[in-house]
């Protein structure tokens, strides 16, 4: 077919030579749709032009008369308007869950044509998020509201656009595989098979606005679930328009729920609406008292308080130094993977490692957000942390220790250059000083210690007792030490070899604690199962019957 036959199957006005102009029109067409889903311009949010965040429930997007006033976290301006539900609202939610039978809205024997959808709906919002203009929308949103870098920001992106390629076309249908076991006699096999929950909740925090709750929502679509999604409202501008994204995608308007509110509203929505299932991620004591609310119905990613051992074998010590860096202080070490201890054999500390850290710290500005406000710790809190460590004996401050000059972020928030705070190893593990060495700081701040050869036992009994086991790194290329360390620690996802980290984990392996029954992970087809499905046994036993079967004695 020739090209003005073609064009003119659209445009049948269309003449030879119109056809560059009809051409370079449909192009543009496409740039403008491929952002039509987008109620907002992230560039243009501020004091004076704030945005709206709606919820949406039973398929239709709503504004309740409550609003919450979002302050932009790096000048203080009120900069985005939150409708909130309160728990007198809370009704319509409770309803749309209710209506989701335990069985799911699909599973291997009912509607398995959503399968399908869903795996269209991937591949669209894939390619979507692979285009430059919608990678650029959602990288600076993030910014807006949770303020990293824009390679930090646009990285989130990427990995969420790989992971939605990942499952598209038959890839969900794949994540409900089945399996057949021959039984005892003739006609008779078992089948295990992956059900959903039905209803089910997904709470997730600030730190990765797009990344943490969109791979969790599609888990659960994936697997048959009806959920109902509430990210922190500091930052839930970014899943908002995620969700007109999907739908611009081909998502069923009814098939989530997404509330806005606070806390204790949202309890109450659990309570009352009794999901099957609750995924939350975020901190360890909201966890803990969830898992009581809802009698253990829960799966779990909270805190993580994270290490990292660099082994007695010195290789590379700009690139560790780096990476180090990267694992501390990046996204203002707002991420639950961050570097929170660093265990430096002394053979490391015989190297230029120490300064380069400082060096590399030093780099940091505000100016291109490679160092930014805090959202969960104050300046003061961060700064009087630190004066506690330096209480113990031996401990030194190695760098930072000081607010963020010339800035004009909030006071609600936290601003500080990059901190490392050294504490020998024998203090640490005295049980005075234990609790306040390990507890973590969500924000730019470190902990670094040193051990000699004698002295891993010291370090492995640290890592023993800490209670938060999700990312953790070995950088070594010594296959024993490797295999001492991983074989007596637990933590979920562990890195080992020279080039071993902390943080900066991609779509294509698992992301989770271990150690707890509630553990959940994210983006692997084994996280996805593990999380968003349960397993049903269907034992088929058809006959026939022996022939001249006759009624045993009773047994």
């Known amino acids: ?61 709503i504004k309740p008369a409550n609003w ?30 209710s209506k989701c039978p335990k069985h799911g809205m699909h599973n291997p024997f009912k509607s398995p044509e959503r399968y399908l959808l869903y795996g269209d709906i991937s591949a669209k919002a894939g390619h979507m998020l692979a285009l430059p203009e919608v990678s650029d929308f959602f990288a600076k949103l993030i910014q807006r509201v949770a303020p990293k870098s824009y390679q930090q920001a646009l990285g989130e992106v990427y990995v969420t656009g790989k992971f939605l390629e990942n499952f598209s076309g038959d890839q969900v249908r794949f994540l409900a595989r089945s399996f057949g ?128 051992i660099l082994g007695p074998d010195v290789h590379e010590v700009d690139y560790v130094s780096w990476v180090c860096d990267q694992d501390a202080y990046a996204c203002s070490g707002q991420k639950c993977s961050a570097q929170s201890m660093l265990f430096m054999h002394e053979n490391w500390s015989k190297t230029s490692l120490l300064r380069q850290l400082t060096d590399l710290a030093a780099r940091r500005k505000l100016e291109d957000l490679t160092i930014g406000p805090v959202l969960t710790f104050t300046t003061d809190a961060m700064l009087d942390h630190m004066k506690k460590l330096l209480e113990i004996p031996g401990s030194k401050l190695l760098f930072g220790g000081e607010e963020l000059q010339n800035h004009s972020i909030p006071s609600v928030y936290g601003a500080i250059k990059p901190t490392a705070v050294f504490v020998p190893i024998e203090q640490i593990l005295k049980p005075e000083y234990y609790d306040l060495v390990t507890k973590e700081i969500f924000g730019p701040f470190q902990v670094i210690t040193e051990y000699k050869d ?13 209670h938060a086991h999700l990312t953790a790194a070995v950088v070594s290329n010594d296959p024993l030490f490797i295999q001492e360390v991983i074989g007596k620690t637990v933590n979920g996802t562990t890195y080992a070899g020279l080039r071993a980290r902390t943080t900066g984990a991609p779509q294509n392996h698992w992301f989770g604690p271990a150690g707890d029954p509630r553990g959940a992970g994210i983006g692997t087809p084994e996280a996805i199962k593990l999380v968003w499905s349960c397993h049903r046994e269907v034992i088929y036993d058809v006959g026939p019957v022996p022939h001249k079967w006759e009624i045993p004695p009773s047994t």
């Open 1 to 61: 077919m020739s090209l003005l036959r073609l064009c003119k199957g659209i445009n049948p006005n269309v003449s030879r030579k119109t056809v560059p102009d009809y051409l370079s029109s449909l192009r543009f067409s496409r740039l403008i749709h491929s952002l039509g889903f987008t109620t907002l311009k992230a560039e243009e949010i501020s004091g004076s032009q704030p945005a709206e965040v709606q919820n949406l429930v039973q398929g239709k997007w």
């Open 68 to 97: 919450n006033t979002i302050v932009d976290p790096l000048n203080g301006e009120s900069f985005i308007k939150v409708s909130e539900v309160d728990e007198s609202g809370i009704q319509p939610f409770v309803e749309s869950l």
């Open 454 to 466: 004698s002295q891993l036992p010291l370090v492995l009994d640290v890592l023993e007792k800490m």
């Open 181 to 308: 076991v021959p039984g005892n006699h003739l006609g008779q096999q078992s089948h295990g098979f992956r059900w959903p929950y039905g209803p089910v909740a997904i709470i997730t925090p600030f730190n990765f606005p797009l990344e943490i709750p969109l791979l969790q929502l599609m888990g659960a679509l994936y697997m048959g679930n009806k959920p109902v999604l509430k990210v922190d409202s500091k930052v839930c501008i970014v899943m908002e328009q995620m969700l007109r994204l999907l739908h611009d995608c081909g998502m069923p308007l009814d098939d989530v729920d997404f509330i806005n509110s606070d806390g204790k509203t949202m309890n109450k929505l659990l309570l009352e609406a009794k999901p099957r299932m609750t995924l939350f991620t975020g901190s360890s004591r909201i966890a803990n008292k969830l898992a009581d609310d809802l009698n253990g119905r829960i799966k779990l990613e909270d805190a993580g308080f994270d290490w990292k």
